[in-house]
């Protein structure tokens, strides 16, 4: 803060130090004014001619202006050489804006004084901030992950959920936003691709045993575990398969203990006979859900013989 305070001081003196040359050189001031006031009418007159359109590609005072330059965070779609000047602008006017931290604001108004050695301006990153959902779409082998996904993980420190079949962006990103970032990586890697040691996913864990919803999420989780192609020929042992699955994960969900809360569990239960036995006759004693989940326990009781065997 002393360091900004410094620089503001010394920008008033220089601008002191002018007014005072104008005040001794008036004459100059007179013959330069005109020559200016000439130069910005006719800039004005004939900058903005609009015979052949006005469409043109953008520069960095337009990708500034729709917030796609500075930004932390959004999608990135390339780079770009900001315009010097601006910068230059820019860099004194956020000297007096507080709301600038101030060392960034000192550090780009030193560059900017040192822009009359001609410094280096890096190109500036630009992003897609504002967009909501985004889809590249190209041929495989050109470099989507190398030019979009891989930069976006490297670079953004928002969260993300990452569909990775062959692990490349796993291996590439996944230290660097653990360290840089101080995320937590989770891999669900069943097959070992990229980790010996994967991460689990218990989808029960969701389902409050005590909610009037837990019937409605049960259902919801055996409708996606029981794979339908759309060219089956008999629908009903598909229709039979969600009807066990989402009972029995019901009562899971109710009455087993928190570490026993799983999809394994359910299997164990529907391959076991004397469980699956004495897991339906629990059922249908239980008031759980206003009784809605005896009823489940009623109509898996309806499956006999070959049917039973069948659907199992």
């Known amino acids: 803060m002393l360091s900004r305070a410094i620089l503001i001081l010394a920008v ?35 900058g903005s001619l609009t015979a052949f359109g006005t469409a043109r590609w953008a520069d960095a005072n337009d990708l500034r202006a729709a917030g796609m330059l500075g930004a932390s965070r959004g999608l990135i779609v390339g780079r770009v050489m900001d315009d010097p000047k601006t910068f230059v602008r820019k860099a004194h006017r956020d000297l007096f804006n507080l709301r600038v931290p101030s060392k960034e604001a000192c550090e780009q108004f030193l560059a900017s004084i040192r822009f009359s050695q001609k410094p280096k301006l890096s190109p500036a990153l630009v992003r897609l901030q504002k967009a909501v959902h985004t889809a590249v779409f190209a041929p495989t082998g050109v470099g989507k992950g190398v030019s979009c996904v891989i930069p976006f993980l490297l670079a953004t420190d928002e969260s993300a959920v990452v569909v990775d079949f062959k692990g ?49 999420e049960a259902r919801s989780l055996a409708e996606a575990l029981v794979i339908r192609t759309g060219h089956e020929h008999e629908r009903h042992w598909l229709d039979a398969a969600e009807v ?42 239980s008031d759980a859900w206003g009784g809605m989940l005896a009823r489940m326990g009623n109509q898996l009781t309806q499956f006999k013989d070959k049917e039973l065997g069948s659907t199992l």
């Open 12 to 46: 008033f003196a220089g601008y002191f130090c002018l007014v005072a040359l104008v005040l001794q050189f008036g004459g100059l001031v007179f013959i330069g004014i005109p020559i200016l006031l000439i130069a910005a009418i006719t800039k004005r007159r004939y």
């Open 244 to 285: 066990w699955i989402s009972a029995l994960i019901a009562l899971v969900v109710r009455y087993a203990e928190f570490n026993d809360r799983s999809l394994q569990t359910v299997r164990t239960l529907l391959t076991n006979p004397e469980k699956l036995d004495m897991a339906i006759r629990l059922m249908c004693s």
């Open 168 to 216: 490349e962006n796993f291996l590439i990103t996944a230290e660097h936003r653990r360290r840089h970032f101080g995320h937590r990586i989770v891999v669900l890697d069943p097959f070992s691709v990229v980790t010996r040691n994967p991460d689990s996913f218990n989808p029960l864990e969701f389902i409050n045993g005590e909610s009037p919803l837990a019937l409605d």
